[in-house]
């Protein structure tokens, strides 16, 4: 039954708008990403970022660090997020659809085809939990993913830190990877201020998460009143 609550709708919407169409490749990404994806919120965020912006083209750089902001005021980043860039990849291709209401059945979606093969994969491997974590073979593995997940999460990091402090990027190619690159001349002076008083104040002076956030939200707010970007 969950494998067809999850199936069906994605075949169907496959066979009704083709290969191509946003709905469906909303459909078929985080279905992917439901499936293959592992160890946390944040080792998955990195896998969507770059899908979602550099792939796909749903968003901008700026608007998924919007997305991940928005997500961290409250529980539960990972949907958050993933709702927010299946919104705005439908938002921003609506077809015969208004923007708001293609962005709505985008984020819907995105909703579905991410919870249920989840559930489908607890309600399978639940019985055999035990007796993974006894098998030393799949320790040891599961040992190496967890140190490669570390790596990850540090991607994400960086990834979102470059976005951050420099308004541009150039991607560069080399051994058959492709890194971004800042373009030091573009630093934002505001955020490398603000991201140096943060770590100040969390490392050096043990100020809690929460005062930290406020503080730089509304310097942030109002730095933009002030320059009359808001």
């Not at 790596?151 to 492709?178: K, Q, T």
Request: aromatic share 12%; glycine share 10%.
């Amino acid at each position: 039954v969950g494998l067809l609550l999850w199936v069906v709708p994605v075949l169907a919407l496959l066979a009704f708008l083709g290969q191509g169409n946003v709905f469906t490749d909303i459909a078929i990404f985080f279905s992917k990403m439901a499936m293959v994806t592992f160890g946390g919120a944040y080792a998955v965020l990195a896998y969507v970022a770059q899908q979602g912006v550099e792939h796909y083209g749903w968003l901008k750089p700026g608007e998924m660090l919007d997305g991940l902001g928005m997500a961290e005021t409250t529980p539960g980043p990972l949907i958050m997020v993933t709702q927010f860039v299946g919104f705005m990849g439908a938002y921003r291709a609506p077809g015969v659809l208004s923007p708001v209401v293609a962005g709505t059945l985008g984020g819907l979606l995105t909703t579905w085809v991410t919870f249920v093969p989840c559930f489908l994969w607890i309600f399978l491997g639940a019985p055999f939990m035990e007796t993974m974590r006894s098998n030393k073979a799949l320790s040891a593995a599961l040992s190496a993913i967890t140190a490669a997940v570390v790596g990850v999460i540090l991607n994400l990091a960086v990834w979102f830190a470059l976005h951050v402090l420099f308004r541009e990027l150039h991607d560069l190619s080399w051994l058959g990877m492709s890194l971004d690159v800042p373009v030091f001349n573009s630093i934002n002076i505001p955020s490398l201020v603000l991201t140096l008083g943060a770590l100040v104040a969390v490392f050096r002076f043990k100020v809690g998460m929460i005062p930290v956030l406020l503080a730089c939200s509304t310097l942030g707010v109002l730095y933009g009143v002030a320059m009359g970007s808001i």
